[in-house]
Antibody
């Protein structure tokens, strides 16, 4: 079964950094725009960032711009989200998702990031 | 930013009965290519979201035909012709016309 697999979540203190990864066994990610979406447990979905196929075009939500950086290594077939200066309000499950023509047809299982002292 | 407003936020439904969820966008979602960039997702309890409807009215692969999407200007509707127990979860609309992509608040469908 085709799937996306996120990793890298965990418990960190405010101000610390974390890097999330998203891999896709059986899929060539370099063919697609990719996104990160997050969800505070029990709350709704919030778009975070996107990156184009070759990694040259990125966009971030205002709430993370300047702190988070989306990137990709197509040779490793991996998507990343570098999260710096983490805040308590960044606590959420982070999903990577594949974009085909504006639709997110494939999601990962999510990785939980907890920012707490 | 485009604001997406869903209603109702809670939807109790008797199995076999129809259900309808509304989503209104703060501006038109019509792309210059003629397509409307509005999707519907379902997040079942304990699971990741999955795609139901894309470009306003197209069912995703494997989605039962009891699900349908429609649009009228900035108003979008997801309809379930006959609700089944497996349809419980939270339904989200999302606009993909421009960044930041934005989701509705979610509509929680539960079985009466």
């Amino acid at each position: 079964e085709v799937q996306l697999v996120e990793s890298g979540g965990g418990l960190v203190q405010p101000g610390e950094s974390l890097r999330l990864s998203c891999t896709a066994p059986g899929i060539t990610l370099s063919n697609y725009w990719m996104h990160w979406v997050r969800q505070v447990p029990g709350k709704g979905l919030v778009w975070v960032s996107r990156i184009n196929e070759d990694g040259r075009t990125t966009n971030h939500a205002d709430s993370v711009r300047g702190r988070f950086t989306i990137s990709r290594d197509n040779a490793k077939n991996t998507l990343y989200l570098q999260m710096n200066s983490l805040r308590a309000e960044d606590t959420a499950v982070y999903y990577c998702t594949r974009d085909i023509g504006g639709k997110f047809g494939l999601w990962g299982q999510g990785t939980l990031v907890t920012v707490s002292s | 930013d485009i604001v997406m407003t869903q209603s109702p936020l809670s939807l109790p439904v008797t199995p076999g009965e129809p259900a309808s969820i509304s989503c209104r966008s703060s501006q038109r979602l019509l792309h210059s290519n003629g397509q409307t960039f509005l999707d519907w997702y379902l997040q079942k309890p304990g699971q990741s979201p999955h795609l139901l409807i894309y470009l306003g009215s197209n069912r995703a692969s494997g989605v039962p035909d009891r699900f349908s999407g429609s649009e009228s200007g900035t108003d979008f509707t997801l309809k379930i012709s006959r609700v089944e127990a497996e349809d419980v979860g939270v339904y989200y609309c999302m606009q993909a016309l421009q960044t930041p992509y934005t989701f509705g608040q979610g509509t929680k469908l539960e079985i009466k």
